[in-house]
């Protein structure tokens, strides 16, 4: 039957979408990207072969799948043709088998500078941001001076825009940021070389996913990053700059809402967050750590280490509903087979008070004390289960605890990074 299905990351990032969509992926002829860029980092482990796709969707690795950048996204040309050549030289075929849109907008070197010397200008209060450029490509294109990738392959086309937008942006670089003007004409080289390798790519995919949705065609579409990070309903200002949540995939690849059969939201069995900003069930202890070192913890794109802490159900509450998820996946739950106890935040107390709702100001966020349900540990390897019924009761126990509190039944469980070591749950289950 052709299905449309969205995933999206239901915390901070990092849920690992990578392997439910490489898992899924056989099952859709399609797979499409509808935001963020580079500064994503999806990770899927084949036997001893581990790769980690930052642009490219995860569906490349299934051959015969037809893999669209959509139009919200950003993308890096260079990092594009980087990850293209890394995959070949694994054996990987990308060819016709993938479609950038001609409506992306391109990541220029501008935007990677200033995302760096904004970090440094911000100081402490920094966003803790990838420094893929991620922010001000978005800025460029909601202030209307961004290039996209259709204007990046006419080259007469090409070099006015630039130089209108180097002219400015190197005054910011110099008289704010104090930094080294950039040089235009290297720049209008070196991306004259990316558009002439990119070309074969560059597509009007709003139309290719439009045929595809008239002939009945499957379609998978890849969420990055993760809602808490959404810039509409993010911990804003610690946030990325893209519409992560379900809404934004319309917008990010043309199709239209109605045409969307089901959200399918990832999260993982605890919480994780990369970069600055509130958490609320943080455990910067040795719980934390342990989480770290189980589920290793560090992240894809920078390496940086992950902040971990207990599964915070206000903020999975928020997300699900906020993307109307029909079913969810729970992710890395053989780490927690290490706790005795495991601890779920179902409220925030703040002054007396206890919050139902997530909060938008990132002051109460900040300062809400977490309310825990306690559940008992299982303590037993896990890794091996292939089937709801193998894994112990308390595991289960934590899982319909987990469906209650979000509002939507678990659907699949991966039990550990291997493409294999993922369950779904059967009907009867
Ligand atoms: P940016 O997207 O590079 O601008 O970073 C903004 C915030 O989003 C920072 O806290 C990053 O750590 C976070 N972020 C961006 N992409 C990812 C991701 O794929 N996983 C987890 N966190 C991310």
Not at 360 to 386: H, K, M, N, R
């Amino acid at each position: 039957m052709s299905e449309t299905l969205l995933l999206v990351g239901l915390q901070w990032g990092d849920e690992g979408k990578g392997k439910v969509i490489d898992a899924l992926s056989s099952r859709f002829e399609i797979v499409a990207r509808f935001q963020g860029g580079a500064n994503a980092g999806h990770t899927v482990q084949i036997g001893d072969e581990k790769f980690i796709l930052h642009l490219v969707p995860s569906g490349i690795l299934h051959p015969g799948t037809l893999c669209v950048v959509g139009n919200g996204v950003v993308a890096d040309p260079g990092g594009l043709l980087d990850e293209i050549d890394a995959l070949r030289e694994r054996g990987v075929e990308v060819g016709e088998n993938l479609a950038v849109s001609d409506r992306a907008h391109v990541v220029m070197p501008h935007h990677k500078v200033m995302d760096r010397a904004s970090e440094s200008e911000l100081g402490e209060g920094k966003i803790g941001t990838t420094g893929r450029g991620i922010g001000p490509c978005y800025a460029d294109k909601a202030a209307r001076c961004g290039i996209r990738f259709a204007e990046m392959l006419q080259p007469r086309v090409f070099r006015s825009r630039l130089d209108a937008l180097m002219d400015l942006k190197n005054r910011i670089l110099v008289e704010i940021y104090g930094r080294e003007p950039l040089d235009t004409d290297a720049i209008y080289e070196e991306y004259c070389g990316y558009a002439e390798r990119l070309r074969p790519f560059v597509r009007d995919t709003v139309a290719i996913l439009h045929d595809a949705l008239r002939q009945g065609r499957s379609i998978l579409l890849e969420g990055a990053q993760g809602s808490l990070l959404d810039l509409n309903f993010g911990t804003y200002p610690y946030v990325t700059s893209s519409a992560v949540v379900a809404g934004g995939a319309p917008v990010g690849t043309g199709i239209p809402p109605g045409r969307i059969n089901r959200v399918l939201g990832v999260a993982k069995s605890y919480c994780t967050r990369v970069g600055e900003g509130p958490f609320p069930t943080e455990q910067a202890n040795e719980a934390g750590a342990l989480m770290r070192e189980r589920g290793n913890e560090y992240g894809s794109t920078t390496g940086r280490p992950r902040r971990c802490g207990w599964l915070d159900g206000v903020a999975l509450r928020h997300t699900t509903a906020l993307n109307g998820v029909d079913a969810l996946s729970v992710g890395l739950l053989d780490v927690l087979s290490a706790f005795e106890t495991i601890n779920v935040c179902t409220g925030y107390r703040v002054d007396g008070r206890t919050l139902e709702q997530f909060p938008a100001s990132l002051e109460t966020l900040g300062a809400v004390e977490p309310v825990y349900e306690q559940f008992p540990g299982w303590q037993s390897d896990i890794t091996e289960a292939t089937e709801w019924e193998h894994l112990p009761a308390p595991a289960r126990n934590y899982l319909e605890a987990i469906e209650r509190i979000a509002g939507a039944p678990v659907q699949f469980v991966s039990v550990g990074p291997e493409r294999n070591q993922l369950i779904e749950r059967k009907a009867d289950d």
